[in-house]
C-alpha cells in the first residue's frame, strides 16, 4: 500500500482525521484518479501563518569576493551569457533564491567586456559594488555605473551592460524577481538579434530628467508600468536620507527610511520588486517587527548586526542577508560615531498589490527578540 501522509490537529476547525483500513483504501483510489481527500493535507497546505522556507542568511563579501574574482579565469561573459555567482539560499535552492521568490548574484567584468544584449519578462534591479568605467544599456539609454547607484532593467528592456576599456574590474549585485517569474509560468527570455543595442539619447539622460525632486519634466508623459528614473545615485540618495533625519524621528522599527519610487506614480519602482534605502543613526538599534513579503539586504555603508528569528548576523559594507516572510527583525548600528546604510530589495509591490502585506510588532522584552 501507499505511504499516505495525513495532517492532523486537534483543534476544532482543523482537519483530525484519524487512518482506517477503509480511508486508507479510499485514498488509494483517489490518488489513482489524480484525487486526494483535502483533509489529509489541509493543515499542511493552510497553515496557520506562513511558513517561509527561506532561511535567514549571510553572504559575506570577505568571503565571497574572490570567488567571484576567479570566475573571470574559467568563463568568459561570451560564453556564460552572464558571468554571475548567484546566491543560493539553502531552503531555496530548489528554485536558485537568495530569499522567497526573490534571485540575486553577484556579476564581475572586466575593462573591455561586454555582456549580450537581451530581454526578458523578469524585471531585474542592479545595485553597484566596487570598480570603475561600468555601464548598463537600457532600451538605447546608456547609463554611467558609480559605487551604491541603484539601476532598473524593467521587465521586456533590452539592456548590456559592459565596462569601457579604460576601467577597472566592476562587482555589481543583480537582482530579479525570476524565481517568482518562473512561479507564475511566465517568463520569456530573447537575446537581442544584433547581439548588441545602439545608444540612442544622450548618456544618463533618464536621471537627469526624471530624477529632479519635486519636478516633474514639461512635456514628459510616461505610461510604462514601472519607473522612467532608471537609475538612481547613492549621492542624492544618501543625502535626502540626511534631510529626512533633520525634520523626522524615523521609525523604532525601520530607522530613517527611503523608498525608492517612480516619480509619475510615487509607487514602488517596478511592478514586481521594490527598494529602500535606510540608514541608522550612530548608535541606533531598530525595535523588532515582521511582516509578509522577502527582503535582501545589502550594506552599503558602515557595519554592524541584525537579529533575524533570534539568531545574530554580524555584517559590513558590502555583505548581503536576507529576511524572510515573516521572520523577527530588527538591526542595530555598530557604531557610535559612523551612520550605516542598508540597501534593500523586496517583492512589496506584489505583498502590497495582491492584498497579502502584514505587519506586527514584537511586543514583549522591551521589543527586542532574545537570542536563540
Ligand atoms: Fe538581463
Ligand atoms: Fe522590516
Known amino acids: 500500500m501507499r505511504e499516505q501522509e495525513n495532517h492532523r490537529e486537534d483543534v476544532a476547525g482543523r482537519a483530525n482525521v484519524e487512518d482506517t483500513p477503509e480511508l486508507l483504501?479510499?485514498?488509494?483510489?483517489?490518488?489513482?484518479?489524480?484525487?486526494?481527500?483535502?483533509?489529509?493535507?489541509?493543515?499542511?497546505?493552510?497553515?496557520?501563518?506562513?511558513?517561509?522556507?527561506?532561511?535567514?542568511?549571510?553572504?559575506?563579501?570577505?568571503?565571497?569576493?574572490?570567488?567571484?574574482?576567479?570566475?573571470?579565469?574559467?568563463?568568459?561573459?561570451?560564453?556564460?551569457?552572464?558571468?554571475?555567482?548567484?546566491?543560493?539560499?539553502?531552503?531555496?535552492?530548489?528554485?536558485?533564491?537568495?530569499?522567497?521568490?526573490?534571485?540575486?548574484?553577484l556579476q564581475i567584468m572586466h575593462p573591455g567586456e561586454n555582456a549580450i544584449a537581451h530581454r526578458h519578462s523578469a524585471s531585474a534591479i542592479r545595485f553597484i559594488m566596487e570598480g570603475q568605467g561600468a555601464f548598463t544599456v537600457v532600451d538605447g539609454h546608456k547609463m554611467t555605473l558609480g559605487i551604491n547607484d541603484f539601476v532598473l532593467t524593467p521587465n521586456g528592456t533590452w539592456h548590456e551592460h559592459a565596462v569601457e576599456p579604460n576601467g577597472t574590474a566592476c562587482i555589481w549585485q543583480?537582482?530579479?524577481?525570476?524565481?517568482?517569474?518562473?512561479?507564475?509560468?511566465?517568463?520569456?527570455f530573447e537575446v537581442h538579434p544584433d547581439l548588441?543595442?545602439?545608444?540612442?539619447?544622450?548618456?544618463?539622460?533618464m536621471t537627469k530628467t526624471w530624477g529632479n525632486a519635486g519636478l516633474?519634466?514639461?512635456?514628459?508623459?510616461?505610461?510604462?508600468?514601472?519607473?522612467?528614473?532608471?537609475?538612481?545615485?547613492?549621492?542624492?540618495?544618501?543625502?535626502a536620507l540626511h534631510s529626512l533625519v533633520a525634520s523626522s524621528d524615523g521609525s523604532p522599527f525601520d530607522a530613517v527610511l527611503m523608498h525608492y519610487m517612480n516619480p509619475v506614480t510615487s509607487g514602488h519602482v517596478m511592478q514586481t520588486l521594490g527598494a529602500s534605502m535606510q540608514m541608522l543613526r550612530p548608535g541606533e538599534t531598530t525595535k523588532a517587527h515582521r511582516h509578509t513579503g522577502s527582503f535582501l539586504y545589502q550594506v552599503c555603508r558602515g557595519a554592524g548586526h541584525s537579529i533575524i528569528n533570534g539568531k545574530r548576523f554580524d555584517w559590513s559594507e558590502k555583505d548581503i542577508f536576507c529576511v524572510p516572510s515573516w521572520a523577527w527583525h530588527e538591526h542595530a548600528n555598530?557604531?557610535?560615531?559612523?551612520?550605516?546604510?542598508?540597501?534593500?530589495?523586496?517583492?512589496?509591490?506584489?505583498?502590497?498589490?495582491?492584498?497579502?502585506?502584514?505587519?506586527?510588532?514584537?511586543?514583549?522584552?522591551?521589543?527586542?527578540?532574545?537570542?536563540?
Not at 543583480?174 to 520569456?188: K, Q, R, S, T
Not at 548588441?196 to 539622460?205: I, L, M, R
Request: charged letters at 25%; aromatic letters at 12%; one cysteine or more.
Open 174 to 188: 543583480d537582482g530579479l524577481d525570476i524565481p517568482f517569474v518562473n512561479a507564475m509560468e511566465a517568463n520569456f
Open 216 to 239: 516633474r519634466p514639461g512635456g514628459g508623459d510616461w505610461d510604462k508600468g514601472y519607473s522612467p528614473m532608471f537609475k538612481y545615485e547613492w549621492d542624492r540618495t544618501y543625502e
Open 196 to 205: 548588441s543595442t545602439a545608444v540612442t539619447h544622450p548618456v544618463d539622460d
Open 25 to 105: 483504501a479510499y485514498y488509494d483510489d483517489l490518488h489513482r484518479h489524480k484525487a486526494g481527500a483535502l483533509w489529509t493535507v489541509a493543515n499542511k497546505i493552510e497553515p496557520w501563518e506562513p511558513q517561509s522556507t527561506s532561511e535567514p542568511t549571510i553572504w559575506r563579501y570577505a568571503d565571497l569576493r574572490d570567488h567571484v574574482l576567479r570566475s573571470v579565469d574559467l568563463v568568459t561573459p561570451e560564453k556564460a551569457g552572464r558571468r554571475v555567482i548567484y546566491l543560493n539560499n539553502p531552503g531555496r535552492s530548489d528554485v536558485s533564491a537568495a530569499v522567497g521568490w526573490i534571485y540575486a548574484g
Open 334 to 372: 555598530g557604531s557610535e560615531t559612523e551612520t550605516a546604510c542598508l540597501f534593500c530589495l523586496n517583492d512589496l509591490p506584489v505583498m502590497e498589490k495582491l492584498g497579502l502585506y502584514r505587519e506586527e510588532a514584537f511586543g514583549e522584552n522591551g521589543g527586542h527578540q532574545p537570542l536563540i
